[in-house]
């Protein structure tokens, strides 16, 4: 085997070849971690990855490299596998036989912060992944500047969230502090507003004068909330307002509705 392809002719690998075993290995968060790799399954995420450079090998069927010649003409290093070992490497029902072993992409807080921010979401204590990562592709499409994961999130890497963020998990500074004081002084010292969405909030998004500034908005846990201690350390605490009889807006509509408030302000 070269460093690149495999030699024409050679047997796929299967789920039992080692390296195939050790890509396995990052569908769990402690190996990720321990790694500093994850694995970003389907062609779109792969396409991102090789655009930003961090893929360090791509797993990929004989089917799936038909379907996807660009993509493994991209990557330095492409490995084939059967579909025994695409299944396993796989967090969805049906595989799509092209996955690439990437570095992870969470930055230190004050770098992802960087200079004069003017858009930020922090999720706080979100547990879905699916949320995170439509949050992550919606601050990207409002053209946020950073995403930070503070307090016990949902880890970055996770499969679903890597797909439901459409490769946005590439585009834009993401940041995972655990502690979420930290990131609220990290906020501060950048300059930026904190902003709690807050069903209860008196404020309303449609005329809250505090939008038009640098905003970071605080989205809370999808079952709880902002926590007491959250709401009382931000700086502010808005409402998105309710005209029909729906109960409330899940987290990732009410993330959408509220970036994009900011972002339309930002430059009205």
Same mark, same amino acid.
């Given at each position: 085997?070269?460093?690149?392809?495999?030699?024409?002719?050679?047997?796929?690998?299967?789920?039992?070849?080692?390296?195939?075993?050790? @890509?396995?290995?990052?569908?769990?968060?402690?190996?990720? *971690?321990?790694?500093?790799?994850?694995?970003? =399954?389907?062609?779109?995420?792969?396409?991102?990855?090789?655009?930003?450079?961090?893929?360090?090998?791509?797993?990929?069927?004989?089917?799936?490299? =038909?379907?996807?010649?660009?993509?493994?003409?991209?990557?330095?290093?492409?490995?084939?596998?059967?579909?025994?070992?695409?299944?396993?490497?796989?967090?969805?029902?049906?595989?799509?036989?092209?996955? #690439? $072993?990437?570095?992870?992409?969470?930055?230190?807080?004050?770098?992802?912060?960087?200079?004069?921010?003017?858009?930020?979401?922090?999720? *706080?204590?979100?547990?879905?992944?699916?949320?995170?990562?439509?949050?992550?592709? $919606?601050?990207?499409?409002?053209?946020?500047? #950073?995403?930070?994961?503070?307090?016990?999130?949902?880890?970055?890497?996770?499969?679903?969230?890597?797909?439901?963020?459409?490769?946005?998990?590439?585009?834009?500074?993401?940041?995972?502090?655990?502690?979420?004081?930290?990131?609220? =002084?990290?906020?501060?010292?950048?300059?930026?507003?904190?902003? @709690?969405?807050?069903?209860?909030?008196?404020?309303?998004?449609?005329?809250?004068?505090?939008?038009?500034?640098?905003?970071?908005?605080?989205?809370?846990?999808?079952?709880?909330?902002?926590?007491?201690? *959250?709401?009382?350390?931000?700086?502010? #605490? *808005?409402?998105?307002?309710?005209?029909?009889?729906?109960?409330?807006?899940?987290?990732?509509?009410?993330?959408?509705?509220?970036?994009?408030?900011?972002?339309?302000?930002?430059?009205?």
């Amino acid at each position: 085997m070269s460093t690149k392809h495999q030699r024409p002719g050679d047997v796929p690998f299967t789920h039992r070849t080692p390296r195939v075993v050790a @890509a396995r290995r990052l569908t769990r968060r402690s190996a990720r *971690v321990e790694a500093g790799r994850f694995l970003a =399954e389907g062609a779109q995420a792969v396409r991102e990855a090789l655009s930003y450079g961090r893929v360090h090998e791509l797993f990929v069927t004989d089917e799936a490299a =038909e379907r996807h010649p660009e993509l493994v003409a991209e990557a330095a290093r492409v490995s084939r596998i059967n579909a025994r070992a695409a299944e396993l490497l796989s967090e969805t029902v049906t595989p799509q036989g092209i996955v #690439a $072993v990437c570095d992870t992409v969470t930055v230190d807080l004050d770098a992802a912060l960087g200079r004069s921010p003017r858009l930020v979401a922090v999720l *706080v204590d979100i547990a879905d992944p699916g949320n995170a990562g439509t949050v992550l592709r $919606v601050a990207d499409a409002a053209g946020a500047d #950073a995403v930070v994961f503070a307090g016990r999130c949902v880890d970055v890497h996770n499969g679903k969230c890597i797909r439901a963020s459409t490769g946005s998990l590439f585009h834009l500074p993401v940041a995972a502090e655990p502690d979420v004081d930290r990131a609220l =002084e990290a906020c501060g010292r950048a300059g930026l507003t904190t902003v @709690a969405a807050h069903g209860y909030a008196e404020a309303d998004l449609t005329t809250a004068a505090v939008l038009d500034r640098p905003t970071a908005w605080l989205f809370g846990n999808e079952a709880h909330g902002l926590s007491d201690e *959250v709401l009382a350390r931000s700086d502010s #605490a *808005v409402r998105v307002p309710l005209y029909g009889k729906a109960e409330s807006l899940n987290l990732a509509t009410a993330a959408a509705v509220c970036l994009y408030a900011s972002a339309v302000r930002h430059r009205s």
